[in-house]
């Protein structure tokens, strides 16, 4: 008993003399993302407890620390194919922690369109894989893209004809059904018969609506707005080749202020002068850094059959073979902030922002986002080598989950 009582006192005193060693789960040690200043990062319980200037910084090499990236728009990873006939759960803890390599702390699985009973199976997979507590902290939503967009080739991009369809709010109740009220953006087509009050059901309901794959006039895409449609999905892309100069989707949703946009920065799918341009009218608070990423990004490049199809995966991009046509993205997020960088000359915090603040303010995940006391520690540290994001440390809810060797 006696001793009890000592091991006690002394525990209360050493706690009020050293309250860095008792408070705190983990301190993390880098230089501030925003700023470059070095800082500790407190760590307590998965969130950030404090941030304290580091007045002797001694981190050898320089390694900054910023907020874990948040990807919502992501159709797979490491050969996993969120849309795929034969998604598993396993498959989904697979892609996650493939994921937290890349710097990826929480992302959106994108299923896109195809047989609605796939869609529903996997919606229900991907729920159920949310159920794990380790994995389930980095899936914040699912992206439902399509199958309610253009039909028409070139704004319906690669996804199959003959599964698009128009709008149908039962169905979809159906499919928000399997995924357990998981589905919180979807991508759509405004000037579809009944998009109008399917949207204001979605934003009634607490979606994201988003507009993409899409032909839609400036009315189509005005009364979209009106209904609550808030963002225009990797504008530029799911866009036909051959476009009227002064009536297409482009103008409008580079125009109206209500929208935000995504866009697929991996320097391939845009030019440097559209990303300067979209850049430029939208600038870092209204534009939102995504993927896109087939489920063959994270694989080592070469050759590979998808369905019917070969694909070739070069080092940051899949092609159709010999005719130098792109068939989908293959880089992930850290890509797309390096090729911000470059084409915009935007600096780091704000093209880290467009990958994890405004992602985390668009869906009200309010603990995500900003380095901030009571955030939750979903953290990276990493260095920049020629100009290039190189991840060294994922943390998820003040979790090490990654370490490069
Ligand atoms: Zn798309």
């Not at 993390?28 to 760590?43: D, Q």
């Not at 507590?133 to 914040?140: A, E, N, R, T």
Request: charge should be positive; hydrophobic fraction near 40%.
């Amino acid at each position: 008993m006696k001793i009890g009582i000592w091991i006690s006192i002394f525990t209360i005193f050493s706690t009020i003399l050293n309250p860095s060693k008792t408070e705190d789960d983990l301190v993390i040690e880098g230089f501030n993302y925003i700023n470059s200043k070095p800082v500790f990062i407190h760590l307590k319980d998965g969130r950030i407890s404090k941030i304290v200037p580091n007045k002797k910084s001694s981190n050898s090499p320089k390694l900054f620390v910023a907020p874990g990236l948040i990807d919502i728009q992501i159709n797979g990873y490491v050969g996993v194919d969120f849309s795929g006939p034969n998604l598993t759960e396993e498959d989904v803890v697979k892609a996650t922690k493939a994921l937290w390599k890349v710097g990826v702390t929480s992302y959106f699985p994108t299923v896109i369109t195809q047989d609605i009973s796939i869609i529903k199976k996997n919606l229900a997979i991907l729920a159920k894989a949310k159920d794990d507590p380790d994995i389930g902290i980095s899936i914040p939503g699912f992206h439902l893209e399509g199958p309610y967009i253009s039909p028409k080739k070139g704004f319906r991009g690669a996804h199959l004809e003959k599964y698009i369809k128009k709008p149908d709010w039962k169905e979809f109740l159906e499919l928000q059904k399997a995924a357990k009220n998981n589905i919180k953006i979807i991508t759509l087509a405004p000037e579809l018969e009944g998009a109008i009050p399917f949207i204001k059901n979605c934003v009634k309901n607490g979606l994201v609506v988003s507009l993409g794959h899409h032909n839609g006039t400036a009315t189509d895409i005005q009364n979209a707005v009106n209904a609550g449609a808030r963002m225009a999905t990797h504008l530029g892309n799911g866009c036909a080749n051959q476009i009227n100069r002064h009536h297409n989707p482009i103008w409008p949703q580079l125009s109206e202020d209500l929208l935000k946009i995504s866009i697929i920065a991996d320097g391939y799918h845009l030019t440097k002068e559209e990303v300067r341009s979209f850049y430029k009218v939208k600038g870092f608070d209204n534009t939102i850094l995504v993927s896109d990423a087939l489920d063959l990004a994270g694989l080592p490049p070469g050759e590979y059959i998808r369905g019917e199809r070969k694909l070739v995966l070069t080092p940051e991009v899949v092609k159709f073979p010999g005719e130098n046509v792109l068939a989908g993205a293959a880089s992930p997020i850290t890509k797309c902030i390096d090729v911000m960088m470059d084409f915009t000359q935007c600096s780091i915090a704000e093209a880290i922002k467009m990958a994890c603040s405004n992602p985390a303010e668009m869906f009200s995940l309010n603990h995500l986002g900003e380095i901030l006391p009571n955030k939750r520690a979903d953290l990276i540290l990493f260095s920049m080598e020629r100009n290039k994001i190189d991840i060294h440390k994922t943390f998820v809810n003040g979790k090490l989950v990654y370490s490069k060797k």
